[in-house]
Nanobody, 126 residues
Framework: QVQLVESGGGLVQAGGSLRLSCAAS????????VGWFRQAPGKERVFVAA????????YYADSVKGRFTISRDNAKNTVYLQMNSLKTEDTAVYYC???????????????????WGQGTQVTVSS
């Protein structure tokens, strides 16, 4: 079992930056694959980024590649999503998710993750 709490969301102007945090309690966080997803009003929750366990490979949706960076600090049991060059299209509730069984082939699929945080709102103004 693991419990996840996101933080760091807020209101930012287009072109600005935010860093989201996903703090975990329970089993050692490096045991899990961790993903970030986002959901805009009226839309499905979609994949943003993920980081593998052990070797820390990172994966990104095309829409955020080159602008967002996912990383983890295992000593703090925390995964981060650094978001730069933010666009109005990035406005959404951002969720972190974790699971031990996610693979490269399935890590972009939200139903592959059994543990989820409550979400943090990111609003990018024009």
């Amino acid at each position: 079992q693991v419990q996840l709490v996101e933080s760091g969301g807020g209101l930012v102007q287009a072109g600005g930056s935010l860093r989201l945090s996903c703090a975990a309690s329970g089993r050692t966080f490096d045991y899990y694959v961790v993903g970030w997803f986002r959901q805009a009003p009226g839309k499905e929750r979609v994949f943003v980024a993920a980081i593998s366990r052990g070797v820390d490979r990172t994966y990104y949706a095309d829409s955020v590649k080159g602008r967002f960076t996912i990383s983890r600090d295992n000593a703090k049991n925390t995964v981060y999503l650094q978001m730069n060059s933010l666009k109005t299209e990035d406005t959404a509730v951002y969720y972190c998710a974790a699971d031990w069984g996610v693979t490269v082939a399935t890590m972009r699929l939200r139903y592959e993750y059994r543990y989820w945080g409550q979400g943090t709102q990111v609003t990018v103004s024009s």
